[in-house]
């Protein structure tokens, strides 16, 4: 019986350290072979090697840039689904609860209506990230650090409500309907057109987020057996709560920023990967953010296949077609598991 169960383990381990990491490397290289340009990627690494403007141009600055932000934005969003779904003890939790999205969401908008993105090429994420510090502080000065999970919560729907409302009153006001349409597009999520900039700005924000919540993994698996059991054990919870907002709200402020609103991903990952950590809250961690970056890089590669002459699928418009149903199923799981 003993060897069986190692042997399940062996496998489940496989599975996630070795044949996940293949898949999500092959899934990078399709990423840079699959554009717009119909441009072999043995030809682009040649034409690249050799300087030529235009394949060096299709490479270095469009599809390499693309493929490291779904990389790194699906990561971030996974680690931090996981890291929300830990610290709440709850399997319906997502990064966007606490309304660090929403934060993003409102700077960029504003951005946007102002014309302060047409400034310069950062703007848009910049405005993104102070949104996420605003967002932050709001939610901490409401719930405070020594408050329980449920007030927490509270904070974060109230501030995303009132976040969201704000959106909506920016595009009420907004008198051209191309800054409408353009607000609009932004907030259905992508990362067509992004450069070398944009990656570089907010990738300090998703390592300092992403080692906060790495630092929390053993408060995160003391957690999960209870709040009582966790403080005998010498967790701090105000401290862990802060690390875990503090690291969310770095990875998805910086994703959000940069990529719009891309729904579902932190909700799925940490579902899809705790079978094969069997609950292991420290090991769902750095599992969850390989298959968040799975999932939004096979995503993306379903955008560009399914363009149309119109225009691009919006990368979150299709994660909520397919998100949306995985979600209902879990709710109606988890209603017939209290029956």
């Not at 060897?3 to 293949?22: F, S």
């Not at 141009?57 to 890291?83: K, N, S």
């Not at 408060?219 to 105000?238: K, R, Y």
């Amino acid at each position: 019986m003993t060897a069986l169960r190692a042997g399940r383990m062996d496998a489940r381990g496989l599975v996630l350290w070795l044949l996940l990491p293949a898949c999500l490397l092959g899934l990078a290289v399709a990423s840079l072979a699959i554009g717009y340009v119909d441009m072999p990627l043995l030809r682009l690494l040649q034409g690249s090697w050799a300087g030529e403007l235009l394949p060096s141009r299709i490479l270095l600055d469009l599809r390499l840039p693309r493929t490291a932000l779904c990389l790194l934005v699906g990561a971030a969003l996974g680690l931090a689904g996981a890291a929300m779904q830990g610290l709440l003890r709850n399997p319906l939790a997502e990064p966007g609860l606490l309304g660090v999205s929403s934060g993003a969401a409102l700077g960029a908008v504003l951005a946007l209506y102002t014309g302060f993105a047409d400034a310069f090429a950062l703007a848009l994420p910049m405005a993104g990230l102070a949104g996420t510090a605003l967002a932050l502080a709001i939610v901490f000065f409401l719930a405070g650090r020594h408050t329980s999970s449920s007030t927490l919560i509270l904070a974060g729907v109230a501030v995303a409500s009132l976040f969201g409302a704000l959106i909506a009153l920016v595009l009420n006001w907004a008198k051209s309907p191309t800054a409408v349409s353009e607000i609009v597009f932004w907030m259905m999520g992508s990362l067509a057109d992004r450069s070398s900039r944009e990656l570089a700005l907010v990738l300090p924000f998703m390592l300092v987020g992403a080692l906060l919540l790495w630092r929390s993994r053993r408060g995160l698996a003391a957690l999960s057996l209870g709040e009582e059991t966790a403080h005998s054990l010498g967790v701090s919870l105000p401290r862990l709560r802060s690390l875990v907002l503090l690291g969310t709200a770095c990875c998805v402020g910086a994703a959000v920023s940069v990529a719009g609103s891309i729904g579902f991903i932190g909700l799925v990952a940490p579902h899809l990967m705790r079978p094969l950590v069997r609950g292991d809250a420290a090991r769902l961690l750095p599992a969850s953010a390989l298959a968040g970056a799975l999932l939004l890089t096979l995503a993306d590669l379903g955008v560009r296949l399914l363009h149309t002459q119109t225009a691009e699928l919006k990368l979150g418009v299709l994660t909520s077609l397919v998100g949306a149903p995985f979600f209902l199923l879990l709710i109606l799981r988890s209603r017939s598991q209290m029956s």
